[in-house]
């Protein structure tokens, strides 16, 4: 499984969201901090995320070749105390307790024509795991005062506004990501919790990867300077 620089934008913004919400609490409570990455595939996010923010995390992925990469990943860091990865489907497993973060870079792929490639049919679409029931698994797993964090298809934006709706999700921040500032968005990254009474307002954000001159914008080099090492 390739690394997409999509993927790792979004587990910088994580990052750094993390980075802000931590600033407000200390470093026992930041180590008792539990993350959920669902589908973590070769377990980029969870390093990603891991690198910056001293907190526990699982990561759970349904394809054994992808799971079995993810562990030598993990183990080869300097993080692999604080990384658990699980080997399982979310829809069945059983999680020890609630997460205060779920993360996920979920099949993209739902309704388009698959390829020949079972393994990569898997990963993309949504023979292993469909949004509703990613959906489903957050609201099981997450705690009440927690959050989560998707990468979705822009192309996907009204269905999936629709489904956190009947799912009764609040979305806290909508960031649409462009190719370049010449391209119109293709992806979203989203940020939700479990809907209550005390809702505010949803915050509308975008990033370019690109400038009009094919040259990385600040806002891309600003959140992955600490993750690529030429930019």
Same mark, same amino acid.
Request: contains cysteine.
């Given at each position: 499984?390739?690394?997409?620089?999509?993927?790792?934008?979004?587990?910088?913004?994580?990052?750094?969201?993390?980075?802000?919400?931590?600033?407000?609490?200390?470093?026992?409570?930041?180590?008792?901090?539990?993350?959920?990455?669902?589908?973590?595939?070769?377990?980029?996010?969870?390093?990603?995320?891991?690198?910056?923010?001293?907190?526990?995390?699982?990561?759970?992925?349904?394809?054994?070749?992808?799971?079995?990469?993810?562990?030598?990943?993990?183990?080869?860091?300097?993080?692999?105390?604080?990384?658990?990865?699980?080997?399982?489907?979310?829809?069945?497993?059983?999680?020890?307790?609630? &997460?205060?973060?779920?993360?996920?870079?979920?099949?993209?792929?739902?309704?388009?024509?698959?390829?020949?490639?079972?393994?990569?049919?898997?990963?993309?679409?949504?023979?292993?795991?469909?949004?509703?029931?990613?959906?489903?698994?957050?609201?099981?797993?997450?705690?009440?005062?927690?959050?989560? &964090?998707?990468?979705?298809?822009?192309?996907?934006?009204?269905?999936?506004?629709?489904?956190?709706?009947?799912?009764?999700?609040?979305?806290?921040?909508?960031?649409?990501?462009?190719?370049?500032?010449?391209?119109?968005?293709?992806?979203?990254?989203?940020?939700?919790?479990?809907?209550?009474?005390?809702?505010?307002?949803?915050?509308?954000?975008?990033?370019?990867?690109?400038?009009?001159?094919?040259? &990385?914008?600040?806002?891309?080099?600003?959140?992955?300077?600490?993750? &690529?090492?030429?930019?």
């Amino acid at each position: 499984m390739k690394v997409t620089t999509d993927g790792c934008l979004f587990g910088a913004f994580v990052s750094q969201e993390l980075g802000s919400l931590f600033k407000r609490i200390t470093a026992d409570e930041i180590e008792a901090v539990k993350i959920l990455d669902i589908g973590t595939g070769t377990g980029l996010l969870t390093l990603l995320l891991a690198q910056k923010n001293k907190c526990h995390f699982d990561g759970i992925e349904i394809d054994p070749d992808a799971c079995q990469q993810a562990s030598e990943n993990v183990a080869a860091s300097p993080w692999a105390g604080s990384i658990k990865i699980i080997s399982g489907d979310a829809r069945e497993f059983a999680f020890p307790g609630k &997460y205060d973060f779920i993360i996920s870079n979920p099949p993209f792929y739902e309704k388009d024509l698959r390829g020949d490639e079972p393994k990569k049919n898997l990963a993309l679409h949504n023979e292993g795991l469909a949004l509703p029931e990613l959906m489903n698994i957050i609201k099981k797993n997450l705690n009440p005062n927690g959050c989560f &964090y998707l990468l979705l298809p822009y192309k996907r934006n009204e269905e999936i506004k629709k489904l956190l709706i009947e799912k009764e999700l609040f979305v806290q921040q909508l960031t649409f990501i462009r190719q370049s500032v010449n391209h119109d968005y293709f992806r979203i990254i989203l940020s939700g919790k479990l809907k209550t009474t005390l809702q505010t307002e949803t915050r509308i954000d975008e990033i370019s990867i690109k400038d009009g001159h094919d040259q &990385y914008t600040p806002a891309f080099v600003s959140l992955l300077k600490d993750f &690529y090492l030429h930019l």
